[in-house]
Each structure stands twice: as C-alpha cells, then as structure tokens.
C-alpha cells in the first residue's frame, strides 16, 4: 500500500504550476481584466446601523465630472429576483442575504446605500463623497454583552429537531456539576475578519441584455453563476464566472454580497462593463467575518485523569436579517471519551452584517474553548495535558457510535511532541525561563469533517502526448491545480509537466465551491476517475492493436508510466499515449467523469481530519509582551499529495492562529455601532516578526475509505487548535490563564 | 502601447512644455477668481451656478504631464495630479502586478521600486514620481529569466494565493540591497510591512536568505 502512494509523483514537494504568474505579475485577479469602455463604481456606505434613508442627495455627485449614474433604492433597476420576493403584499424576508437598493431599510453601519458609476476611478472615489443622505434613526443593538440574553436557537434547529445544532445529551445532562474535580470556565473570541490581501472585486459585463458575464473574486464558480441567474432570471448557461486566481479568501468567498450585485446593477444602467473593488474599510462591513463568541465549558475529571462530562455552551453573534450559523460544538461530542456530554448553541441576532464562515470556522472557535478548558481540567488534576488527551482518546465516534475511517491522532502527537520538546515543559508555571523572559509550551487539538462532495472533471488527452483537464473548482491558494497535476500525474503515469488542469470558470464541468477542506477530496477523486477511464480507454485501443504483443491487454497486466504503455511482463514493447492516438486517427481523446463520496461508507464509518499544534512561547514578566518563539503543527490528513503545498497550508494556519490568539479582534463603538478596528493598522493580522519558525509535520498515511486517493483536508485544521496552544503555553509560562481573545499584553498585566 | 492612451497630451520637453505648464496656473488662476466671484455672489445667483459648480472645480483639475521610466522604458503621460502611481500603473498602463491591498500604505501589496528604493505605490502621487525610474514586478525578470528572488519565492514556496507575493519580492530585493538581510530576525523585521494572510512568511525568509546567500546579485 505504502509503495503506491509514495512513488512517482504524489507526495513530492513540486514546486506550483502556477508560480511562475505568481512570481511575475502575471497572474490575472477579478479587477485585472482589461474590457473596453469599462467604467468604475464606488459603494457608499450608511453612516447609522439601524433605521431608514429619510432623504438621498445625488445632484453634486451626478453632476461631478465624468459620473455616469448614481443609483439607489429610489432609482435602481430593480433585481428581478428580489423584487419577486419583496412584493409589498407579502411579508418582508427573512433570514435571506440583503437585498442591494430594494429598500430605504438600514441593517448595520456601513450597509451599502448607493453606487456610484464614473469614467475613472479617481472620478467614481470623489463623486461617491458627495451623497449625502439624511437618515431616520432607531435605536441600534451592536453590544454582544448587553444583549446576550436575547440570544436564540437557530431555526434551522427549530424546524428540524434532528438538526445538528439542537441540544445534545450524551449520559447525565450537565454531570460535571455534581463532580468533586471540576472546572467551569467562560472564554470569548471577538469579531474576526478574514481581510484576504485581494479586496474583493468584480468586473460585470452584460455582453447582451439576457447574458452575463462576471469576473469575481469567489470561492463558488458556479454557486455564483446560479446565484446571479436566479436574481436575474436568465437561464444559468448565461451566465459567466471567472476566477481564474483568487487572492486568498478564508470563507469570505463563499457567499455572494451586495456589492456583486450593486455592479451588476450598475453595468446593466450604463450598459458598459462596470469594475467595482471594495475599499480595506468596506471589507470588515460587507464580506462578512467570524462572528463574536461567548462559550461556557463545565468539565470533571477522575484523580487518573478520566473525564467524567463536559458541557459546552456557545453563543454566536449574527445579522438581524439572516441567521448565520456554524459547527462550533461538533468536536465536543466526540474528541473526548467521556460518558457525558451536553452541548447546547445559541445566536445572538445584533444590527450588524452578516458573519461567514472564516477558516476552521466555528471548529476553531469551538477549540478554543474546549481545548483550553482540557488544559485547566489537567491542571487541576496534576497531570501533564498530552497524557491527558491520550488517556481520553476515542477509539471509535462516541456520538454516532461509529468507526473512524482513518485516525492517527496519537502518531501525529508524538510526532508533535518530539519536534517542539515537550519533555522541557514543567507541570508548574513559570519555571522555565531564558533570561528574564518566562518560557512556557502548550498544546491544542484539532478536528474537522474529513468532507467530500461531487465533481466532475473533463479530461482531454492530445496526441502530443498532453493532458488537459478542467472543472469549476477554484483554487483561493493551497494549490489546487498542482495537487491535481500530481494525482493526475501519478494515476496516469504522465510526467507532471505534460498535464495542465484548468480552474475558476463556470464553463468547465461543474464542482462545488471551495470551501470546508473538501477540494483535494472532492475534485481529486473525479481526476482519479478520469485517469481510470482514460486507462481502459487506451487499454482497449493497445489490446485491439495490430502489434500483436498488446493483444488482449488488461490494465492489470499493463504498466502506465512516462507517457507510455507497456506489457509489464516484458517492458521493451511500448507505445506512447501520443501514438495510441496517432494509429486510431483520433487528434484527442476526451473523457468527462463524476465522482460522488460512497453514501453507504458514510453509514458505517465516521470521517475526520486531525491536527495538534504545539506552541513554545515567551513572556517577559513586567511588560507581558508575548512572543511565540516556536511553533510544531502536526496533521492527520491522509495521503498529503505535496509535501511542500500541504506543509505551506500548515503554516499558514499557525500564523493565522498566532493571529487569532494574539492580535486580531474588532473593536467597535457601540454608540454608532461602527468599527474602531476599519484597517489593517488597527486591526492586527500577523506581520512577518510575528511568525518564528514553524514546522508542519504529516503522518502520511492513506484514508481510503473517505476517497481513492486517501487524502483528507488540512486547510481547517492547520488553524484549528493553535489559538489554544498558544493561551495554553501562556498559562504555562506565567500561571496566568486569559479567556478572551486575542492575549494582548494589557490583559496579562491587568490579572 | 499604453503612451498611445494619450497621444495628443505628449509634450515636447523643455520650453514649450513649460509654457503649457504655465498656461495651466493662469487658467487655474482665471477660474479661481471665478469660484470667488460665485462665492460672492446673493444666494439666488448661487442656486442658478450650482449644477455648474462641480463641473468648473473639476475643470481646475488640470492634467499634469509627467514623464516616468517604467521598466526601462520612457513614458510620457497625461494625468490627473491626484491619481497614485498604483492607479497609473493598474488602471491606466494595466501593470497589474503591483497590488492594491489597502490603499492606505498598511499592507506593502503595492510596493515598487523608485529610483532603485522601495516605496510605496498607493501613498505616492503619480506626479511626483515625474522624472523617476519604476520598476514594477513585470519589469524585475531578464526577459524569459527570472529573477533570483522570483526563483527562490517559487522554490521555497514563499506564496499561496499570490496576492502579496510581487509586493513582497519587489521589498525582498530591497531588502537585501538595503544590506537589512543578515539574520532571520532582521529580514522579518525589515519585511514586517508586506503582509501575508496565507502566512507564508517562514517561506519567504527562506528564500530572501536563499538569494542573500547564494551571493546573487539583485
């Protein structure tokens, strides 16, 4: 088994196939695309968070040179879509995304009220100043903790009592509290933006009255496309998606937003293509974000380190017009071997915008919690907290009752353990230290759905010998083309160089969005398909052959390597994929294959990614600056197909969760309900001093239940747990246990 | 080419186009003795003027001729005195590979070099670039042949998304020019002002430490 995924090309640190339009500028993003004529729009934005537009002023701004059109819910076409749904007759909507100018309506500070079109950029920047508008205001509601009392249970949960996110008891309901050995903490994670280095962005192009054509910044080819269609009512062939590179996203990408349908507005009004990117500011009001988190964790223990129950409660901050929800209390049901569990999952509807999921989405708010509360659950008892995850280990689901497909959780904790010296670490705080500095080591788990969808993958073979592959997956940085090249590559027998696979357009056979680390699984296996038919497909042509020593050929007895098919048994003869085609007279062969995950296999196996992260850091004990001095995060991810992209993945989940636990957080002022935090000066992502060394280490071993090319997702799980580790080792450094988000050194100093 | 954008704004350069320049203040001069006037004049005079108003503030906004050298190559361009270089170079020239992350100067996706220094794209004024050497990351690579820090950044895989990356290779060259490369510490600490959300950073230093010590010139 090893032998298979380990040769050849799979598994290999090959370099990207598209670094070089990285490296060059070549690479084109959404707002790259050069259309003539094409005009420029600016969203303006409401200054109050809640109430209605009492009056709009656009007479400076369209007289402003070079503007073309201001539109507003007084003028703007209307989307056919929504004003179906907005009839004056029915109800308003709810829980639906907002509806661009349908309304005089303010949800939350910042709401896009107005577009403005000009002939340059510069020209649309300075007329959008010119709006004025008067508002009628209402009282908002912005404050989590004022109005965390009014928080509810989605209703998705309501309708569906077998929903996930209902109550959940496992044994006793809320046991711990009965316990001797027990702890019951409460933690908070702010507001966190996704704030991709690309801006969102969008080109609308109607290239005729019923067609669309968009190049937009999206994690969802063809969501998107059928979003737009049904808005619009066109048929959804249509409409084109572009997104050919993505300049990261991290969930903000997986749902459509007003300003792509405030430029499609605008395109259709001046009838000219119409590029509208979003400011820094407008990205933490318009593009969503991890939503603001109170969650309560009641835990009890044996003295030998056995727990007894946990109760997880969360609360999650969500729009007054759609109900955003996420799995933050999954792994609680079955990380841990305890015999009771209760969850329970709330959210808290405030005149904000709408959340979306942000990398590891609520599985990393959830962690922090849980895995905190697991590291003052062994400090409690005495123990060290790594021999306390493996005595509670789960052999099997606890919650559905289920065998894992694959986990080697345990391998990919020693492994962990090793790298980062945790046989350094004191069971009591504040006994290790490097000068003045206080060293401290903690740890944090991480789990996320092994998840796999259906894709389709075209693949077209030339008699040049190349392969080109397509389908409407994007690719928002881990790599996806490459890791396809290579399982193509590797399933084919076809030098990696040969093989292209095309991404990010609607008019490639369809895939689902990228999004909840399913893409390598997802996608991989329909390219592992269309190499299995495109095998039987040249067998058969060989076997049919009139060189005689390919009569009757099998794929069994065949050997597909280098772009070449040969008897296994004597490799002299062989004939390349190129001839093959040539002696048929065929200039191509095409093979288009769906894959889908085997439902029964999902009835008999539970199937999860795994990591563990370890932290080392350093407090200096009279300024509580904090600084993570070492990083090791280990994965549980199946087959990893490159070990250079995966590890990078890794990576780049450690630093976003340095970011989650040290520096990232909004700020708003709840007087006007309007961020503090508008820009990345007062919003603190990591910067390169902020990230040490960090290792990415991989057990590689293949989960061939969840798909033919063994892998599961790592980009959730590379952040998942590392906010944990890293209060964990905090804890371990100074004594001093922080419960919310982001450990600034103010609250260090003020414990 | 993108100076055929502007073919009848070319300006000879020395007398004639100074002349010009000063035909522009006095122009400048004449309407702002007419917005005064309008500020003077009783308010019903001034509600007949105001849907003219913005047009002949605009009209003051006179274009101002630069002549830049982007990528070795002499540009003369007609601009608007308040578009950045980053705007000249995305939505004018369509150099897209210099980045707009911020447009506040927080994020470095828009660094190019001026004169040989980095600098940042979006906080300067396109003229005042005027006379100035460019390079953008179009222009870093030998023709076909990459760049040494272009190599690295591939081969160290310093990138995800690819959205920071020509900011950070544009300071990474600098950087190590700048003589700010010599240990770990000092390249995250004179990096510090490219931002990468993929988090890619521990790449990126290994790649700039790469070039810096593989000697080649950058």
């Known amino acids: ?751 | 080419m993108p100076q055929d954008k502007f073919p009848d704004q070319h300006l000879p350069e020395g007398e004639g186009g100074q002349a010009q320049h000063s035909d522009a203040r006095r122009t400048f001069l004449k309407q702002s003795s007419l917005l005064t006037a309008l500020a003077l004049a009783p308010p019903a005079a001034l509600k007949a003027a105001e849907l003219k108003f913005e047009e002949k503030v605009a009209a003051v906004f006179e274009q101002v001729k630069v002549t830049l050298g982007i990528n070795g190559k002499k540009q003369k361009l007609s601009i608007e005195p308040r578009t950045t270089l980053l705007d000249l170079l995305r939505e004018q020239l369509h150099l897209t590979g210099t980045k707009k992350g911020c447009d506040y100067g927080q994020c470095g996706a828009c660094t190019v070099h001026v004169d040989g220094q980095r600098v940042l794209s979006c906080l300067t004024l396109a003229a005042m670039a005027d006379g100035k050497e460019i390079t953008t990351i179009e222009g870093l690579a030998n023709g076909d042949k990459l760049h040494p820090m272009q190599e690295a950044f591939i081969k160290h895989d310093g990138f995800q998304c690819g959205y920071c990356t020509p900011g950070q290779i544009m300071s990474a060259v600098a950087c190590i020019k700048e003589g700010h490369a010599d240990s770990d510490d000092e390249i995250r600490e004179y990096m510090s002002g490219n931002i990468c959300r993929c988090g890619a950073y521990p790449n990126i230093v290994n790649a700039i430490k790469e070039v810096k010590n593989g000697g080649h010139k950058v």
Not at chain 1, 235 to 245: D, E, G, M, R, S
Not at chain 1, 697 to 716: A, C, H, M, S
Request: net charge neutral.
């Open chain 1, 1 to 751: 088994m090893k032998d298979y995924f380990f040769q050849d090309t799979v598994g290999k640190p090959m370099d990207r196939v598209d670094g070089r339009q990285k490296v060059t500028g070549a690479a084109k993003y959404s707002a790259e695309y050069e259309l003539p004529n094409m005009a420029h729009a600016v969203l303006v934005g409401s200054t109050i968070a809640r109430g209605s537009i009492k009056s709009i002023d656009t007479k400076r701004a369209e007289n402003a040179p070079g503007v073309l059109a201001v539109l507003h819910y007084q003028n703007s076409i209307k989307v056919p879509g929504y004003v179906q749904e907005a009839h004056p007759t029915e109800p308003k909507p709810a829980g639906k995304p907002l509806q661009v100018f349908i309304d005089n309506q303010i949800h939350f500070n910042d709401q896009p009220i107005a577009v403005v079109v000009a002939d340059t950029l510069e020209r649309a920047m300075y007329a959008a100043k010119l709006v004025k508008v008067q508002y009628n205001v209402e009282k908002h509601a912005t404050d989590f903790h004022q109005n965390v009392s009014k928080a509810v249970l989605p209703t998705v949960a309501k309708r569906n009592p077998k929903h996930g996110l209902n109550d959940y008891v496992r044994g006793k309901e809320d046991a711990y509290k009965t316990e001797p050995l027990k702890i019951e903490s409460e933690y908070v994670i702010p507001t966190e933006f996704h704030n991709p280095m690309e801006l969102q962005s969008i080109i609308a192009h109607w290239e005729a009255d019923n067609k669309l054509t968009v190049y937009d910044k999206t994690q969802a080819v063809i969501g998107t496309q059928n979003a737009f269609a049904k808005d619009w009512g066109i048929p959804v062939q249509n409409v084109k998606v572009i997104a050919t590179y993505v300049g990261g996203a991290f969930g903000n990408g997986l749902h459509t937003w007003p300003h792509e349908t405030a430029a499609i507005i605008a395109a259709k009004k001046v009838n000219r293509p119409v590029k509208l990117m979003l400011t820094r500011e407008q990205m933490f009001t318009m593009v969503g974000y991890r939503p603001h988190a109170w969650q309560k964790v009641g835990m009890s223990a044996t003295k030998d380190g056995k727990i007894t129950a946990i109760t997880h409660e969360a609360i999650g901050q969500t729009s007054s017009y759609e109900e955003f929800t996420e799995s933050t209390l999954q792994q609680t049901r079955m990380m841990y071997t305890s015999p009771n569990v209760t969850t329970r999952y709330r959210i808290l509807p405030l005149n904000v915008s709408t959340p979306i999921w942000m990398r590891g989405p609520g599985e990393a708010t959830g962690a922090f919690a849980l895995e905190c509360a697991l590291d003052e659950m062994a400090y409690v008892i005495g123990m060290d907290p790594l021999e306390f995850r493996l005595i509670n280990h789960t052999d099997k689901d606890p919650e559905k009752n289920l065998p894992w497909s694959t986990k080697y959780l345990k391998e990919a904790m020693q492994m962990g353990a090793e790298k980062i010296g945790w046989r350094k670490r004191q069971l009591q705080p504040g006994m290790v230290k490097n000068g003045e500095w206080l060293v401290g080591y903690g740890m944090g788990v991480g789990t996320f759905g092994a998840n796999r969808g259906r894709a389709k993958v075209k693949a077209t073979l030339h008699k040049d010998g190349t392969l080109v592959m397509q389908s409407a997956t994007t690719d928002i940085g881990p790599g996806t083309g490459t890791a396809m090249v290579q399982i193509a590559a590797q399933n084919l027998g076809l030098p990696p160089e040969k093989i292209v696979f095309e991404l990010g357009s609607s008019l490639y056979p369809p895939s689902p969005s990228q999004g909840g680390s399913a893409t390598v699984a997802t996608v991989g296996s329909a390219v592992h398909a269309v190499c299995q038919v495109l095998k039987k497909r040249l067998t058969s042509m060989v076997a049919g052959n009139s060189d005689t020593s390919f009569k009757g050929a099998t794929v069994e007895n065949l050997t597909f390597k280098d772009g070449y098919v040969s008897l296994t048994a004597s490799p002299s003869a062989r004939l390349s994929f190129g001839d093959i085609l040539k002696q048929q007279n065929l200039p191509e062969l095409e093979v288009t294959e769906e894959s889908s995950p085997d439902a029964s296999l999902r009835q008999k196996y539970s199937m999860y990614s795994y990591s563990v992260h370890f932290a080392e850091v350093q407090v200096h004990p009279l300024t509580g600056q904090i600084r993570v001095t070492n990083m090791v995060s280990c994965a549980d991810a199946g087959t990893i197909i490159n070990a250079k992209t995966a590890g990078n993945q890794m990576i780049g989940g450690a630093v976003g969760g340095i970011g989650m636990a040290l520096t990232e957080g909004a700020i708003m002022d709840h007087r006007f309900g309007r961020y503090v935090t508008k820009d990345l000066a007062e919003y603190h992502v990591p910067v390169h001093a902020d990230a040490p060394n960090i290792s990415s280490l991989f057990v590689n071993k293949p989960d061939l239940i969840n798909n033919p090319n063994g892998t599961k997702g790592i980009g959730e799980i590379a952040i998942i747990g590392v906010a944990p580790a890293i209060a964990n080792a905090i804890f371990n450094a100074t004594g001093k246990r922080i419960r919310e988000l982001p450990i600034t050194p103010d609250k260090l100093m003020m414990v």
